[in-house]
């Protein structure tokens, strides 16, 4: 069975963030995630988090390469005082136009300037899964079916094998929302990725799902958990992306509805 972690965009206020830490430590959840935008540092939210959870693992998936260089991101690690023990740093080629050739020029000055952090690696196609699973601690899928994560999976362990080591772990963002709504927020979520680039939308053409169908949508937590563990085969951890208003309640409802079952 897949473990859980649960994931924010970021920017997250504190004085929400810090109790939602504290209750996905209660839950089970074993790592709390923030994405990172040109509105907000991801960092900035993992540093809410850190003291309210001193448990958890702590994730930032994805840093855009075309955005933040290796040395930029460890900065923003010193400042904030992340322990780098407790990070898997989760970086991406954004919009290069050739992402394996950036992310293969990248990885060695990553290793360089952010010694003892995991490194996880988005992946979508073939030759970015393999890359990932012959260099990366981790690969981070997004917007996948459980169908296309497994077959993805495989590209990651294929070159996993090539490098003769072991797989790393596989990651990847479910968006998630329960409730009367959650049909219409997974849909407004998916809606804005699809025509984000040509990247993303290539890929769901590569899915070929209805549109608000990726993801889960669930009336309550029994349907809700039944949805995520169709992932459990397909990934080693499911990050829950909550889609919830970002305010104590909601994002406390979500996380119990969307929690690891014991």
Request: with cysteine.
């Amino acid at each position: 069975m897949a473990e859980r972690a649960f994931g924010v965009a970021a920017g997250l206020n504190p004085e929400v963030g810090a109790p939602l830490a504290a209750r996905c430590q209660e839950l089970g959840y074993r790592s709390i995630w923030s994405n990172d935008t040109p509105m907000a540092l991801g960092l900035e939210t993992l540093a809410a988090f850190a003291e309210a959870a001193p448990e958890l693992e702590l994730g930032v998936a994805v840093m855009a390469l075309d955005r933040h260089s290796p040395a930029e991101i460890a900065d923003h690690i010193e400042r904030l005082e992340l322990d780098r023990e407790r990070l898997w740093v989760g970086v991406g080629a954004g919009f290069s136009k050739r992402p394996l050739t950036t992310m293969r020029k990248a990885l060695p000055e990553l290793r360089e300037v952010l010694p003892g952090v995991r490194l996880v690696l988005a992946a979508m196609g073939p030759k970015m899964c393999a890359f990932a699973g012959a260099e990366a601690h981790g690969t981070f899928f997004n917007w996948m079916t459980p169908e296309f994560a497994a077959a993805a999976r495989k590209n990651v362990e294929r070159g996993a094998a090539e490098a003769g080591r072991e797989a790393p772990p596989v990651f990847g963002y479910v968006r998630t929302a329960v409730g009367g709504d959650a049909v219409q927020r997974l849909a407004k979520e998916e809606s804005f990725y699809r025509k984000l680039h040509p990247g993303y939308e290539n890929h769901f053409a590569r899915l070929d799902e209805p549109e608000g169908t990726v993801g889960v949508a669930a009336a309550d937590a029994a349907e809700a958990d039944r949805a995520l563990a169709r992932f459990d085969d397909a990934l080693d951890v499911i990050v829950v992306r909550g889609l919830a208003s970002a305010k104590v309640e909601p994002m406390l409802a979500l996380a119990d509805a969307a929690a690891p079952t014991q």
